[in-house]
Every structure is written in structure tokens, then in C-alpha cells.
């Protein structure tokens, strides 16, 4: 009993699957060396596979005054049932890496660059994720999420729910020669020459939670309303800073990207926050924690804050 014990523990240990394979090539092929070899295994570890489901059902399942792997009528038997398993395995297991190189839909920023968005989808891969990307404006990545046209997405909120932060600042093409670009100098004065400096917000942050700030401190300074503008797409925005004198709400990647000079805002600090929440049938904790620092890298953040999270959308 004891001993009886000890071989079916050992099935399971290389799990009943696998001593099931092993008596279905071996009774195919009438032989232990060619069945083992076709099943992918030591002609030893299939005699041992086959010998332990034999314990466990108290049954011979082939014949052991024969030279040839001859079927006892029980094994005849059984081979139909056991065939039956390894198929549902084999199904199973090609299921599993279909599922597996599903693509996996992800509503991203428009802030994050290509280069950044591709090192993302390299990076997913070597994860064992197949992402497939879809670029769309911070609104539009809630609706996305909310519809289940994407499996998650990188939603715009604030600071103290975000998962990945990114600073914000004011860049322009002028260095300013000091550590911060404080909003009341852009105050028109008398002597001041030329027309007033604007801040051009991009659509990424054109959200409550920037936007609204931003606005209170430009009427606490006394700046006019007009110097405040939400543009409509980051190249217009950029292009209106390279030309003059006016300063673009970004973040310091972003600055360097366009060759301008980036200085954190001196009366507020604000913050660009990134949670990842899945549609209603899903979770984003597994990718999170599997792509958290490469997610981290393509926003800008700081990697060591990319330690997996989700938001409720």
C-alpha cells in the first residue's frame, strides 16, 4: 500500500498528462524505445510513467511476456480515454499561447514619443505582452476604456492618484538664467516692449486637475486671460514657443526633445498623473507589474514609481 502510494504520488509529480502521452505513443507504435522517442522522452521515463499509472488503476496496460508493447484488454480499454486527455491537453496548450499572443489594446498618451512607444512595445514582448497601441487625447482614452474598444488605458488624474508622475514646467527658447520661471514675470507692464508672452497648455494637459490650477494662479498674478491658451495639438503649440517669446507647459523630456529650455513654474507645482485602468472585464495589475518601470520610462516618470496599480474608470 505504501509503495502502491509512492508510485501515484510520483504520477502526479510529472502529472497524469504526461504518463497518459507516454501509454498512447507507446501503444500507437508498439514499442517502448520508438514510443518514448516520439513522445519526446527517455524510454526509461516512459516505462516509469507507464508502470505508475499501471499501479494506480491496480491494472496491467500492456502485456510484459511479449517483446512488442502489446495492449492487455484493460489497456485496450483505456486507450480511447487516455487519447482523449492528451488531445484536451494539446488543445489546451495551444489555447494558451493563443491567448497569450493576443494583442493586448492600450490606449496611450500623445506626449509619449515613438521612439518611447516603440522601446514600450519591445519591451512588452520580451514580457511575454503583445501590446497593440492606440494614441488618443486624455478624454478620449476614458471613453476608449469605458466602450471596451481598448483593454486599458493610460488615464490623465491627479497627483495623489497616479501611479507614474511626470513635472511639469514652463520651457521657452530663451534660457531664463534662473532655476524657476515664476508666472507673475509675464505680466504686462508699460515699459514692457513687444506683444505679451503666452503659455501654451497641449491637449495632454488641458485636464481639470492642471488646467484649473494653471488658470487661478494666471488671475491671482494678474496676467490677461488671453496668455492662457489651450492649444489643439502639441505642433501648434510648439511651433507658436520656437517663434517667439511665448513658454510651452510640458515636461523636461519633452522640452529636450524640442531643443528648448525647461524650468519648473516658481508660485505652483504641478504634475502630469498616470494610473492604468482596464475595461470592465479585466484587470491591469498583471501588465502593470510586468511593464510597470517600461511604462514609467515611456511617460517621462520616474521608474520607481512604475510599481503596478490601477485606476476605477
Known amino acids: 500500500m505504501r509503495a502502491s502510494m509512492l508510485i501515484w504520488h510520483r504520477v502526479r509529480a510529472v502529472d497524469l498528462v504526461g504518463a497518459c502521452r507516454a501509454f498512447v505513443s507507446v501503444s500507437e507504435r508498439g514499442s517502448f524505445t520508438v514510443g518514448a522517442a516520439a513522445a519526446r522522452m527517455s524510454q526509461s521515463v516512459a516505462s516509469r510513467r507507464i508502470a505508475a499509472l499501471e499501479e494506480r488503476f491496480g491494472e496491467r496496460l500492456f502485456e510484459r511476456t511479449s517483446r512488442r508493447a502489446v495492449l492487455t484488454p484493460f489497456g485496450r480499454d483505456m486507450l480511447p480515454v487516455a487519447r482523449q486527455l492528451v488531445q484536451a491537453a494539446e488543445v489546451l496548450l495551444h489555447e494558451a499561447e493563443a491567448a497569450k499572443a493576443k494583442p493586448w489594446r492600450l490606449a496611450v498618451p500623445g506626449v509619449c514619443s515613438t521612439a518611447g512607444l516603440a522601446r514600450l512595445v519591445a519591451e512588452a ?12 487625447a486624455p478624454a478620449q482614452r476614458r471613453e476608449l476604456v469605458h466602450a471596451q474598444q481598448v483593454r486599458a488605458a493610460l488615464l490623465a488624474v491627479p497627483a495623489d492618484e497616479a501611479t507614474w508622475s ?3 514646467g514652463l520651457a521657452g527658447v530663451a534660457d531664463p538664467g534662473t532655476k524657476r520661471v515664476y508666472l507673475e514675470t509675464l505680466r504686462i507692464r508699460r515699459a514692457s516692449p513687444g506683444p505679451a508672452s503666452r503659455v501654451w497648455i497641449q491637449p495632454e494637459d488641458d485636464v481639470p486637475h492642471v488646467r484649473d490650477p494653471l488658470t487661478r494662479l494666471r488671475d491671482a498674478v494678474g496676467l490677461r486671460p488671453a496668455q492662457l491658451v489651450a492649444a489643439a495639438d502639441l505642433t501648434t503649440a510648439a511651433a507658436e514657443v520656437l517663434c517667439g517669446h511665448d513658454l510651452l507647459l510640458c515636461s523636461p523630456a519633452q522640452a529636450e526633445e524640442l531643443a528648448l ?3 519648473p513654474i516658481g508660485e505652483i507645482a504641478l504634475t502630469r498623473g498616470f494610473a492604468l485602468a482596464a475595461a470592465a472585464d479585466g484587470s491591469p495589475q498583471p501588465v502593470a507589474a510586468r511593464l510597470g518601470d517600461a511604462i514609467a520610462r515611456c511617460l517621462g516618470a520616474d521608474v ?3 510599481a503596478g496599480g490601477g485606476a476605477t474608470v
Open 304 to 306: 520607481r514609481a512604475g
Open 125 to 136: 514582448r520580451g514580457a511575454g505582452v503583445t501590446l497593440d497601441l492606440r494614441v488618443a
Open 261 to 263: 529650455h525647461w524650468r
Open 166 to 168: 511626470v513635472p511639469l
